[in-house]
C-alpha cells in the first residue's frame, strides 16, 4: 500500500538552528500539507501546498517557516531558527487530488528544541 | 475553517462495553470525515460520510451522518484494547485543510 514517509523520525536541534523536515508523498498525489502536534495537544494545520506553491497557511506558520518541493518528489519543511515552543511532531500529509477525500499521513518527525 | 464540536473529550470503558463519540456542527456539513490517531502514532483516515441520514459499517464500527447534515456519531460495539485512541471527526478534505479538534480519546480497560 503507497504510503508518505518522513525523515528523519526523531531530530534533536539546539535554539536557534535551522531544520529541515523531509517528506515523500504519494507519488500520485497533487496537495501537500504539514501539520503539527505538541505533546498532548490536537493536532494543528500550519501549511497546504498545491501547483509548486503555497494555497494556505495558519498564524503558526511565520516568516521562520517554509515549504519546498524542490525535486517533484520531496516536499521540505524548514524551520529557520528554531525555538523550543517548536518541539513537536511534525506531520506531512498529501491527497490525490481535488475531488479526493482521504488524507494520508505520515509517521511524523519528532522535533526536540533543546 | 469552523472546527466541529465532539463530545466527550475523554472515554475510559471496560474491554466489551460499547462506545459512541458525537459530533456536532452548528452550519450545514458538506461531509464529515473520520479519523483515529493511536497513542503515538499519525492521523489515520476512516471514513467519510456525505448523504444526509447516511449509516455506514465497518466491522464493530457504526457511523452515522445526521438528517439535517449537522451532526454525526461513531459508535463501537464490544470495544477491544485495539480501539484505543483518539477519534476525530473532521470537516473539510478533498482539497481544503483538515481542521482538528480535540477529538474523543478512548481508553479500555482489559
Known amino acids: 500500500e503507497p504510503e508518505v514517509t518522513q525523515t528523519p523520525s526523531h531530530q534533536v536541534t539546539q535554539m536557534g538552528q535551522e531544520v529541515i523536515l523531509r517528506c515523500v508523498p504519494i507519488s500520485n498525489h497533487l496537495y501537500f500539507y504539514w501539520y503539527r502536534q505538541i505533546l498532548g495537544q490536537k493536532v494543528e494545520f500550519l501549511v497546504s501546498?498545491?501547483?509548486?506553491?503555497?494555497?494556505?497557511k495558519s498564524e503558526i506558520f511565520d516568516d521562520q517557516f517554509s515549504v519546498e518541493r524542490p525535486d517533484g518528489s520531496n516536499f521540505t519543511l524548514k524551520i529557520r531558527s528554531t525555538k523550543l515552543e517548536d518541539s513537536a511532531m511534525y506531520f506531512c500529509a498529501s491527497i490525490r487530488g481535488r475531488r479526493d477525500t482521504e488524507a494520508f499521513f505520515g509517521q511524523g518527525t519528532r522535533l526536540t528544541v533543546v | 475553517g469552523q472546527q466541529v464540536m465532539q463530545i466527550p473529550q475523554y472515554q475510559h470503558v471496560q474491554e466489551g462495553e460499547d462506545f459512541t463519540t458525537y459530533c456536532n456542527s452548528s452550519t450545514t456539513l458538506s461531509n464529515i470525515q473520520w479519523y483515529k490517531q493511536r497513542p503515538g502514532g499519525h492521523p489515520v483516515f476512516l471514513i467519510q460520510?456525505?448523504?444526509?441520514?447516511e449509516v455506514k459499517k465497518q466491522k464493530r464500527l457504526t457511523f452515522q451522518f445526521g438528517e439535517a447534515k449537522k451532526n454525526s456519531s461513531l459508535h463501537i460495539t464490544a470495544t477491544q484494547t485495539t480501539d484505543v485512541g483518539t477519534y476525530f471527526c473532521?470537516?473539510?478534505?478533498?482539497?481544503?485543510?483538515?481542521?482538528f479538534g480535540k477529538g474523543t480519546k478512548l481508553t479500555v480497560n482489559p
Open positions: 460520510l456525505v448523504k444526509s441520514g
Open positions: 473532521l470537516r473539510g478534505g478533498g482539497s481544503e485543510k483538515l481542521v
Open positions: 501546498f498545491y501547483n509548486n506553491e503555497i494555497s494556505e
